[in-house]
């Protein structure tokens, strides 16, 4: 059973720094690419990064310089380093799973995801 478990949130101020991290298990971590995703209350879903089980990744225009994707293979774990948070960039996010090795069309199209971690920024 593929399971996504977020950590890492929390409420900062604007220009602050928060690391997310999702643990995975119930399947070969290594063998798939992974997103982050995030929605904001009233919004749909907003893809965010994605990183190729080859450590290929891609990002949102809003995260190119902000957010830096990656993953560690030996502990089935996806993180994801943001800095210079605004409180734009509140809302839960989650990570996924892509069915695999490489970068789904469109972005959003994983086949699993997690409950989510809160992000919250603001003054």
């Known amino acids: 059973q593929v399971q996504l478990v977020e950590s890492g949130g929390g409420s900062v101020q604007p220009g602050g720094s928060l690391r997310l991290s999702c643990v995975a298990s119930?399947?070969?971590?290594?063998?798939?690419?992974m997103p982050w995703v995030r929605q904001a209350p009233g919004k749909g879903p907003e893809w965010v990064s994605a990183?190729?089980?080859?450590?290929?990744?891609r990002y949102a225009d809003f995260a190119q310089v902000r957010f830096t994707i990656s993953r560690d293979n030996t502990k089935n774990t996806l993180y994801l380093q943001m800095n210079d948070l605004k409180p734009k960039d509140t809302a839960m996010y989650f990570c996924g799973r892509y069915p695999g090795s490489w970068f789904a069309v469109p972005e959003t199209n994983y086949t699993h995801r997690g409950q989510g971690t809160q992000v919250t920024v603001s003054s």
């Open positions: 119930g399947f070969t971590f290594s063998h798939h690419a």
């Open positions: 990183m190729s089980n080859g450590f290929a990744t």
